[in-house]
């Protein structure tokens, strides 16, 4: 039913449906009105016999769903930031143990500087523990996500991350449609596990494996994430035929059949990119948006083929590898290899500041022109930046660096001395 | 498409008023999007709420930044927070509070604004005297339904309906309606003032 | 219900089995039916206390829920010689996943089990003193106070014993681990930290709180097949010595670990919801053969030792809030 609703509700729904028996909840901004309504529904009844636990960690929360989904249960918590940081080792062993667990990253800045707001420093930081990443341009899509995640992760024994945006979605109040339990029902059958704790039939899982055996185990995870990729189309067809309408997949193009400048990105920017293309195009520049909605396994042929007339590519991300650059822009042009088409960087966005169409539409012009710096930080105060380096230039004992710019940007008072 | 920003201190429903503005559009056929700008829970921080009204699918997702309307529900942060940042020429102004514009200072800087665009009432008071408490933001969406037309207050009244069921309900959904008729009134005097100057 | 010490009939021996026994005090593992949860075959050190105390306990878990068991193994000493790819030494659902979460992913497991209802089937949670203490403390006390259905077993064998002998939360003091060397006159571990974790058990309050040693496998196994009759969390903590880390003979290992009962450094006690305690009185007296005696300064650390463990054995008693045990010892010789 389509309704007017915020985005953490809607996504709590959607869960709801599915029919998690085991939910792990630690709280963490902004994931928090998730957990609390699912919390509210499981006392309803409205999820059977889940049961609903609040543990004492991030780390706890994960290490209860491998212990549940090791029993044979459905399983899902949410996370952000710190939170998802703080369960990282668990993070790689639910990967490297096979369990299906779909979790939330309701996506949030790392700091330090702590910082509560949006950006996807956090999925980054475990792009490669293993878990498959989905990233959701909107609540609809958000809805949809988790609904095929648990079927993706089931199908395959590899668990999911859905990543929504911190705030610009999870507290987003927009119209949604909340599919009904018989269309998820037909959609998702009951959790069948591969692996099972069974007295009837015991087995050992978690087993320690030496050089002699580590290597093929992990080329069989490997294997299993190609195969996602293949498996993931045929679930977004599944999908669209019970819920008549396409969502998720692994990338999609916007305006690109004839477009020279490709505009690259995930998540919820991709709607305000939109937005900036439609304005460009306007104007004669042909310009189009590819959307990259499954980040782990990385598409690089479907990516690739979404590009093949385009001459410039601009990735816009969220998030940086301090020190070296881009991190999307990374897989991109290793998607790339070998063709002549120049990629920029173009990092926008870190710690939840708002990008603008006006600014996108700047830089796409900007680096039509070839006025890019590589990697290019949008909306980059160059001011406050000059200023601490040249304080820091003068004084030995300088303070910390984010207090100070603060100070310069007036943000906080200054100091009484 | 409207943008709309909503400018409050933690607690005061600011978050509230724009997901209600966002209910009422949509129970009137628009697309409507709502967000809020707000760090860790505090009580009386600066707030704002966004919120976008269109025919047809927003996709956009930037904070408003060129505001169509401005709902002070907070006058002290006049003159502490640029609070009409981006205001489009044409664009509305409430604001929630018992003095007048030029005693609050800001008469003169309003005036470029079409006549019957700006309006200053106490929605404290409604909210005093429907609920007891100094709930400012159901009176700000009757007056805003009132000086816009954008969203009916048949919506607005059901919006809030549905939020908060029961009496609290209906004691909101009335000072709404109250908070209409006092802006629509107020409307009328301003437009009417300048019809009588003209007709002199 | 009152225990009974049971003596052993056969001179020379401290053999367990005891064919002289009635079929009722048996030990589980003196019966041909027994699971050997943990079969032979694994990869402990000759005279290893904690495959001892994990073989006894499991056993006895086993037989209690009618075979209806699933087990969480943190890692450590025991989850590593147990489980050596491709071979496994366990005969029982089990399961391993990251050393600081075996209580997290025990209630995980507990939470399954019940969203399926099938309360027929115990959870059991182990790990090494390491795991349980330190590193997981935290998530061993969101167990206990959420009363997760599962009964954890430490067995605590004084340090972090299978990544070369390093000082843990349960190091006694004065004790030599590679991290606490005695050096000049610095004894070892410092006296004064560490953490008991029985008597925080106590204080959450759960259903069933106890310490065990492999000195004393009848009340090792009692104790176990008594939680499994409980629901709720429950905790033993199994004192079981570790020849390699300890430097004691591997022959010894029994003898040791009775010697660390009867001195009164591991004192054995049972309670139910932090209350009504009741503990095996110790012998009182001089530790005269330990391997925790510097061989610089034996008079003083002897005696502080004492002093030590007089204060251990009275923490046991008022935090049951009781008065002295029924038979106080008398001096020692």
């Avoid at chain 1, 996500?145 to 911190?166: K, N, T, W, Y």
């Avoid at chain 1, 959609?187 to 015991?202: A, G, M, N």
């Avoid at chain 1, 996602?228 to 679930?235: D, G, H, R, S």
Wanted: proline share 5%; charged share 20%.
């Amino acid at each position: 039913m389509r309704m007017q609703i915020e985005g953490s509700q809607a996504v709590a729904d959607a869960i709801a449906l599915c029919q998690p028996e085991v939910i792990a909840a630690y709280p963490i901004s902004p994931q928090t009105h998730i957990v609390e309504r699912l919390s509210r529904k499981t006392k309803q009844g409205h999820i059977g016999r889940c049961q609903f636990l609040n543990v004492e960690s991030e780390f706890a929360a994960l290490s209860v769903l491998i212990g549940a989904s090791a029993s044979g249960a459905r399983t899902y918590t949410a996370t952000s930031s710190q939170g998802l940081l703080f369960m990282a080792e668990a993070v790689y062993n639910a990967a490297g143990l096979g369990l299906p667990i779909v979790m939330t990253i309701a996506n949030r800045a790392i700091g330090a500087p702590i910082n509560i707001w949006n950006d996807h420093s956090d999925s980054m930081a475990l792009r490669d523990a293993g878990w498959i990443q989905l990233f959701a341009e909107d609540n609809q899509d958000a809805v949809d996500l988790h609904i095929q995640a648990f079927r993706l992760a089931e199908s395959l024994s590899c668990p999911v991350m859905v990543c929504m945006d911190g705030y610009v979605l999870t507290h987003a109040y927009e119209p949604v449609d909340v599919p009904d339990a018989v269309q998820v029902n037909a959609y998702l059958p009951p959790y069948d596990p591969v692996q099972v704790l069974d007295p009837e039939r015991p087995v050992s899982i978690g087993a320690m494996v030496g050089p002699e055996a580590f290597t093929e185990v992990k080329y069989f995870s490997h294997q299993q994430h190609l195969r996602a990729l293949e498996v993931m189309p045929e679930l977004v067809e599944a999908f669209e035929q019970h819920f008549q309408r396409r969502s998720g997949g692994l990338c999609s193009a916007y305006r690109m059949e004839d477009a020279d400048i490709a505009v690259i990105a995930m998540g919820s920017v991709i709607g305000t990119i939109k937005d900036a293309v439609d304005e460009l195009r306007n104007t004669g520049v042909r310009v189009g948006c590819v959307k990259i909605g499954c980040y782990r396994p990385f598409p690089k042929f479907q990516v690739s083929a979404l590009l093949e007339k385009t001459t410039r590519v601009i990735v816009v991300e969220k998030d940086l590898a301090v020190g070296m650059g881009g991190i999307v822009s990374a897989d991109v042009q290793s998607a790339l290899q070998g063709r002549q088409i120049s990629v920029h960087t173009v990092i926008a966005g870190l710690g939840g500041r708002s990008i603008s169409t006006s600014s996108l539409k700047h830089m796409i012009l900007e680096a039509r022109a070839e006025r890019l710096t590589e990697p290019y930080f949008l909306d980059l105060n160059k001011t406050v930046i000059e200023q601490e380096l040249a304080r820091r230039r003068d004084i030995r004992r300088a303070g910390p660096v984010a207090e100070h710019m603060l100070q310069t940007m007036n943000v906080i008072g200054t100091k009484v001395s | 498409m409207w943008q709309i920003r909503i400018h409050g201190r933690g607690g005061q429903g600011v978050v509230t008023a724009a997901e209600l503005l966002a209910m009422a559009a949509f129970m009137d056929g628009k697309y409507a999007q709502a967000f809020p700008s707000f760090g860790s829970e505090r009580m009386g921080a600066p707030v704002v709420a966004f919120c976008r009204v269109a025919e047809g699918a927003i996709r956009t997702r930037e904070t408003v930044t060129r505001p169509d309307v401005v709902i002070i529900q907070d006058p002290t942060l006049l003159h502490q927070v640029d609070l009409f940042g981006g205001l489009a020429p044409l664009g509305f102004v409430l604001i929630n509070s018992t003095q007048t514009l030029d005693a609050l200072h800001i008469e003169e800087f309003l005036s470029t604004l079409p006549l019957g665009h700006v309006c200053a009432f106490s929605a404290t008071d409604l909210g005093l005297k429907y609920l007891k408490r100094p709930i400012a933001n159901g009176p700000l969406l009757g007056a805003f339904a009132a000086i816009t037309g954008l969203i009916r207050l048949a919506s607005v009244e059901s919006a809030i309906q549905q939020k908060f069921p029961g009496a609290v309900g209906e004691a909101n959904r009335a000072a709404a309606r109250e908070a209409f008729d006092v802006v629509t009134t107020s409307i009328t005097e301003q437009r009417g003032i300048v019809h009588h100057a003209h007709a002199d | 219900m009152t225990t009974e010490r049971i003596k052993f009939y056969q001179t020379g021996t401290f053999t367990a089995g005891n064919r002289l026994l009635d079929e009722a005090t048996r030990t589980v593992q003196s019966r041909l039916d027994r699971t050997n949860s943990l079969n032979s075959g694994h990869r402990a050190c000759q005279g290893c206390g904690e495959a001892l105390g994990a073989r006894y306990a499991l056993d006895a878990a086993m037989r209690a829920s009618h075979n209806q068991l699933i087990a969480v193994n943190a890692t450590g000493c025991l989850e590593v010689f147990s489980s050596p790819y491709p071979e496994s030494a366990w005969q029982i659902p089990w399961m391993h996943s990251l050393f600081g979460n075996a209580p997290a992913v025990a209630s995980g497991i507990a939470a399954a089990l019940r969203a399926k209802r099938r309360d027929d089937v115990t959870v059991i949670a182990q790990g090494g003193d390491g795991a349980t203490v330190d590193i997981g403390f935290g998530c061993l006390s969101g167990m206990f106070e959420r009363n997760d259905d599962v009964l954890y077993l430490c067995y605590d064998n004084e340090a972090y014993m299978n990544t070369g002998i390093q000082r843990s939360g349960a190091t006694p003091p004065f004790a030599r681990t590679n991290t606490t060397q005695a050096v000049g006159e610095h004894p070892g571990n410092p006296i004064g930290n560490g953490k008991n974790v029985p008597r925080i058990a106590l204080a959450h309050g759960i259903p069933y709180v106890a310490t065990a040693s492999v000195a004393d496998l009848h009340d090792l196994e009692r104790k176990v097949t008594k939680a499994i009759g409980v629901r709720g969390a429950r905790y033993i903590h199994v004192h079981v010595p570790c020849p390699l880390g300890w430097g004691s003979d591997p022959a010894h290992t029994m003898k040791v670990a009775r010697l660390a009962v009867e001195s009164g450094l591991f004192p054995l006690f049972e309670a139910e919801f932090g209350k009504g305690i009741r503990a095996v009185p110790s012998v009182r007296g001089r530790i005269r053969k330990s391997h925790l005696l510097h061989a610089d300064s034996p008079q003083s650390s002897c005696r502080t030792l004492s002093g030590a463990t007089d204060s251990i054995q009275a923490s046991v008693r008022s935090a049951a809030g009781h008065g002295s045990p029924r038979r106080d010892p008398s001096n020692g010789r």
